[in-house]
């Protein structure tokens, strides 16, 4: 597949040169690009996403949960291709086992990509911090998972347990109840299915394979917005129909911060 096209992909699905450089290019990110205040590209993402729970911001339960986390994926982007600019920031299709080759897919958990999908990342990930251990003093002070470890939320092939895309698509006609489907998807897949660090939102952007799961989220977001039966979900007016006038006004004051300007929000 065209690498350099700028189109997103199933990760499991590009060529393993191009994992290859997309990992490379995510440990660049946090080990040879930094800010004027010695932070690093990758720490700077976290800790924007961390801090986006403080200072009154809520992109976690209110509607800007997509919106907001749309931003800082199309972010992390554009912070890839500073490494590599042929690199576009695909996807892990959560219909399908990170662990499996099942369908002709690559593995996504191995020492030569993603790291373990059990314990303490490791591998390529090693030096990845988290500061969960020194916040909540229980000695996870490096990124880990626990993938898929329940029957209760793993189906028999090893995948989550969780809806078909064409069904979280056809979930609602508005955005207000859409979003709450894909909302839903999102949490079980993320706080349920790969759990670790990835299990708390307050500690889940440590992981680069956050970004990959969000990358998801996002796609389905575009595939409903961008249904050709439904026109009212792209134009402005309509594009956030069900939402109260609350909700909405809460959207258009915090959609984007801190990146707008105009709050405190740190960094
Ligand atoms: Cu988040």
Redesign the pocket.
């Known amino acids: 597949m065209p690498l350099g096209d700028g189109i997103r992909r199933d990760i499991s699905k590009v060529s393993p040169l191009e994992r290859n450089r997309f990992i490379d290019a995510i440990v660049k990110l946090d080990t040879t690009k930094f800010y004027p205040d010695g932070v690093s590209y990758w720490d700077k993402q976290e800790a924007i996403?961390k801090n986006?729970h403080f200072h009154g911001v809520d992109?976690?339960v209110g509607p800007a949960?997509i919106p907001?986390?749309r931003v800082?994926v199309n972010r992390l982007e554009q912070l890839l291709r500073e490494v590599d600019p042929e690199l576009s920031l695909h996807y892990w299709d959560w219909t399908t086992d990170p662990r499996s080759t099942f369908g002709g897919r690559a593995v996504l958990f191995t020492p030569q990509f993603m790291g373990n999908s059990n314990g303490n990342a490791g591998h390529l990930l090693d030096f990845f911090e988290s500061t969960e251990g020194e916040e909540l003093g229980n000695g996870h002070d490096k990124i880990w998972r626990s993938v898929g470890l329940s029957p209760d939320v793993t189906r028999p092939n090893g995948a989550p347990k969780i809806d078909s895309d064409a069904v979280i698509l056809a979930a609602g006609s508005n955005f207000a109840t859409f979003a709450k489907k894909l909302k839903e998807a999102h949490d079980f897949v993320a706080h349920s299915y790969i759990g670790g660090t990835i299990e708390k939102?307050h500690y889940?952007?440590h992981d680069p394979f956050?970004f990959l799961l969000?990358s998801n989220l996002d796609r389905l977001w575009a595939k409903w917005q961008t249904d050709p039966a439904h026109p009212e979900r792209l134009s402005p007016s309509t594009a956030y129909n069900g939402l109260s006038p609350g909700e909405l006004t809460t959207l258009a004051t915090e959609n984007v911060e801190p990146w707008a300007g105009g709050t405190n929000l740190e960094p």
Do not use: G, K
């Open positions: 996403h986006a992109v976690h949960f907001w986390h800082i939102p889940s952007f956050v969000h």
